[in-house]
């Protein structure tokens, strides 16, 4: 006969456990473990077989059980045993079972008695029990027998703890019926481990053994010495019914027959016993199931909310209707359109926070990085010098001109606007990438629709080019434009009016120059921040290190980490310019520096710093950030390296004077076309390609699709999705079905409430009379509270304290027999000390036993012993 109780938490415990393995995911209930902890020869092993339903412990006389047995029970459609130390055979007899078990410890024990903390792993899979761990520990001794080391008792306790510690754990506390409970070294490791009494249920054995006359209860009745969970009698079989083979099924009918013909019992007959032992225990499982639901409903009520804006559209959804693609197609085409138009224009919601995108990388092209372009466009000062002074000459022809001749300052402003066109059509280049970068992000949303989402990026891409086409024949217009008429009238233009001799238009056009210069950007304005590292430090001085940089209009900055507590240093930006480092043999870094112009030190002992990124466009992006800042890349000066200029044009003053002013004069009319043309650009991208082509996705992107392809195949679900969905759906229902499952077990069980506090000191305060093998108290006083333990049909009066020299356990009550019963303390063969009703005097202690000590080799008595004595480990 198994546990029923158990047997009807298998259903719900199924059910849970179905619900989630459908969601992909395990069902932890985490059940508690329960450990049986007593004495030796208290029934232990018995009571955790009636709670499991099977004999298969090994059962005999003094210490059996000489290894903890962790079984673990395991819900299995078939049932059967197998040990961890032998994993490849299966147990089906249980009878082999206890004979593995016998044969395990003997091979690690010995057979004379010897314990090991090695536990014995046995594992039972039958569809009868639920998924718990019992675990069956050595019985509390105080006497070393056989080859046990002489402090077995702690060896024990420690084992016991180990065990026992565990919050989840439920104690079951045995103690024989005919032992002084408040000796009972169970309830007092229990209470070590559970003060509150939370977990901990004390368990009498060995009812039908006591005394005529005597009974248990008032200690039943949780009266005498209270637990918070109270005890449970139980009468288990004897060793005479185990040899004959007495089955669990007629121990227990048995059992409650003793109950309800006890005078002592009949009226609590329905709360004794081991089915209610077995209910109990029960109920402490199911408790422990409701106590995990709020955790579990919780979960699944995140999952089943994260999944119902997604499982919305698929509720009702028909993969071939008509008229659900035809509303499919317009809803996701008008979706494209909307998020291509956040990403370009920006928008509050779902913000990209790792990187920049869309339009936020189009304007720093526009306003760093085009700028950028058109500042490094490289010419060698020679070869500009050369072709002014060729330009002079040739226009002079055979005469000798008297003045600068203005001709040769308009070609070669032309020539310098036509370098214009390089930068300007790749400004166009990076910003047609952005584009079809964004249209390919935006698109990721009909991924559903491979064939809508492959046909849409066409289209746009198509258009994309078609526009790139135009916008660059209006940008070559613009340039063109600007070559057309030479407007020397300029209000910007430092012209040739403005200085009457030569030397003055140079001072003006220097002074303007630096003027320009000045008004670059705002004071103390933050123009970037971010990660470099510099690289041209020396080992000696701590190698090259990263920094946290800060580049304002004024100055450059940098400090140990973002949080810009800690500065190391500050780098005015006056007289400062960059150039191109050649990236190391052994380094993957980009590198570029900063110098001085004046030949200075930069930092420390530094000519110039190295600043390394790990990206060429990290280079390009810092050199655009730093030309805002009024630092502009070297430029090729003409000069040797000894510094004396080369002069292989003429060595006529007046001709360098006209060299001078009109290389003057073209920078100056140069910085005006670079100033319009910074400012047409981005209109001119912004106008003929960008709004266009949001204009075109809004309006014309829909009728170019209709036109493309059929509907239904542009309609046609991918693979993956129709998979994606269907387990969506899949799961949505399973989470809906588990959190039906969770409220039916709400209804359906019923959590039982902690009992309340009482007053179990007791187990403190007899705690001194557990005499221990290193400490022994002076006297055996009875503590103040505890009434004694007395039995027997007659009162008498209170106890006379004893002397230090005699037993620091309570006195025994004596029964007629032989009076060499008062000569053994052995706390498992005394008589009898369970406190009945009727109470007698007890004898006072023999004089013929002056100590507490007990004789090596304790005998049992023989008071006790009934005609068919319980010897259960």
Not at 336 to 354: A, M, N
Request: net charge neutral.
């Amino acid at each position: 006969m198994g546990n029923r109780g158990m047997e009807e938490l298998i259903p719900l415990v199924n059910k849970l456990q179905d619900a989630f393995s459908s969601i992909g995911q395990s069902c932890h209930l985490d059940l508690p473990q329960i450990a049986v902890v007593g004495g030796q020869s208290a029934g232990k092993s018995s009571v955790l077989e009636n709670f499991v339903g099977r004999d298969f412990l090994p059962r005999g006389s003094g210490i059996v059980t000489r290894r903890p047995l962790i079984l673990q029970l395991i819900f299995s459609k078939t049932e059967y045993a197998e040990f961890l130390h032998c994993k490849s055979k299966k147990f089906t007899d249980f009878d082999e079972v206890r004979q593995e078990i016998e044969a395990e410890t003997d091979r690690v024990t010995g057979t004379n008695k010897g314990i090991s903390p090695v536990p014995i792993n046995l594992r039972v899979y039958s569809p009868h029990v639920l998924n718990l761990t019992l675990i069956d520990l050595p019985g509390i001794t105080k006497v070393p027998v056989g080859d046990q080391p002489p402090d077995i008792e702690y060896q024990i306790k420690d084992m016991i703890l180990q065990f026992i510690s565990r919050e989840s754990s439920l104690i079951l506390a045995v103690t024989p019926a005919n032992m002084d409970l408040a000796n009972s070294d169970a309830l007092k490791l229990a209470k070590e481990v559970d003060p509150q009494g939370l977990r901990t249920i004390g368990v009498i054995t060995k009812l039908d053994l006591m005394d005529e006359g005597t009974d248990a209860r008032d200690v039943l009745e949780n009266k005498l010495l209270p637990l918070r969970r109270g005890y449970i009698g139980v009468v288990n079989r004897s060793q005479k019914d185990i040899e004959g083979k007495k089955d669990i099924r007629t121990a227990l009918a048995a059992e409650r027959k003793f109950f309800l013909s006890h005078p002592a019992y009949r009226h609590m007959a329905d709360r004794m016993g081991t089915p209610h032992l077995q209910k109990t225990l029960n109920q402490q499982l199911t408790n422990h199931i409701r106590e995990s639901l709020p955790a579990l409903r919780s979960k699944l009520q995140s999952q089943l909310l994260s999944l119902e804006k997604e499982v919305e559209e698929y509720k009702n959804f028909r993969p071939d209707d008509p008229t659900r693609k035809t509303k499919a197609l317009l809803q996701m085409v008008q979706q494209f359109g909307v998020d291509f138009e956040k990403r370009i224009e920006g928008s509050g919601d779902q913000v990209d926070t790792l990187e920049l995108s869309g339009g936020a990388r189009i304007n720093r092209i526009f306003h760093e990085r085009f700028p950028f372009e058109l500042v490094k466009m490289e010419f060698d000062e020679k070869d500009l010098r050369r072709e002014i002074s060729y330009a002079i000459k040739n226009i002079h022809g055979v005469r000798t001109g008297l003045f600068t001749p203005d001709l040769a300052f308009e070609a070669i402003v032309k020539k310098q606007v036509v370098k214009l066109k390089e930068p300007c059509l790749k400004c166009v280049d990076l910003v047609i990438q952005e584009l079809i970068n964004t249209v390919r992000q935006c698109t990721s949303k009909l991924s559903s629709y491979p064939r809508l989402r492959e046909e849409t990026e066409r289209i746009v891409t198509t258009y994309i080019r078609e526009r790139e086409g135009r916008t660059k024949d209006q940008i070559l217009l613009l340039i063109d434009i600007e070559q057309s008429y030479i407007n020397t009238n300029h209000e910007d233009f430092i012209g040739f009016a403005n200085c009457y001799y030569t030397e003055q238009l140079v001072t003006g056009a220097q002074q303007r120059s630096t003027q320009l210069n000045k008004k670059r950007a705002i004071p103390n304005q933050v123009i970037r921040r971010g990660w470099l590292t510099i690289n041209n430090i020396s080992l000696m001085k701590g190698g090259s290190k990263e920094y946290w940089f800060v580049l304002t209009a004024e100055s450059l900055s940098w400090y140990k980490d973002e949080e810009e507590k800690e500065k190391k240093y500050m780098l005015p930006l006056d007289n400062l310019k960059i150039r191109d480092v050649e990236k190391g043999f052994m380094s993957n870094k980009h590198v570029f520096a900063i110098f001085n112009t004046e030949q200075r030190n930069v930092y420390k002992d530094l000519r110039q710093i190295e600043l390394a990124c790990d990206s060429q466009e990290d280079v390009d992006s810092w050199k655009a950030s730093f030309l805002r800042a009024g630092v502009y890349p070297e430029k090729d000066q003409a000069e040797n390296e000894d510094g004396v200029q080369e002069n292989t044009f003429s060595m006529d003053p007046q001709l360098e004077r006209q060299v001078e002013t009109i290389r003057n004069l073209v920078d100056s009319y140069v910085a005006i076309i670079n100033k319009s043309i910074r400012d047409l650009m981005p209109k001119t991208i912004m106008h003929l390609m960008i709004n266009n082509t949001k204009a075109f996705i809004h309006h014309e992107l829909l009728a170019y699709l209709y036109s493309s392809a059929d509907q239904s195949s542009l309609m046609e679900e991918s693979a993956d999705q129709a998979q994606r969905r269907d387990d969506m759906l899949r799961m949505y229902h399973a989470l809906k079905e588990a959190l039906n499952i969770i409220g039916d077990i709400s209804t359906s069980t019923v959590s039982t409430p902690v009992p309340p506090p009482v007053d179990d000191t007791w187990i403190q305060s007899s705690s001194s009379h557990s005499p221990t093998p290193q400490r022994r108290p002076t006297s055996s006083v009875h503590p103040p509270g505890r009434p004694p333990a007395v039995r027997g049909p007659t009162p008498g009066p209170p106890l006379i304290p004893m002397p230090a020299a005699s037993f620091a356990a309570p006195p025994i009550p004596s029964r007629p027999g032989p009076q060499s019963v008062f000569a053994n303390n052995d706390p498992f063969s005394a008589p009898p000390q369970i406190p009945s009703r009727p109470a007698r005097i007890p004898p006072g202690i023999p004089p013929g036993v002056p100590s507490r000590r007990p004789p090596a080799a304790p005998s049992r008595p023989t008071i006790i012993r009934p005609a068919e004595p319980s010897l259960l480990d």
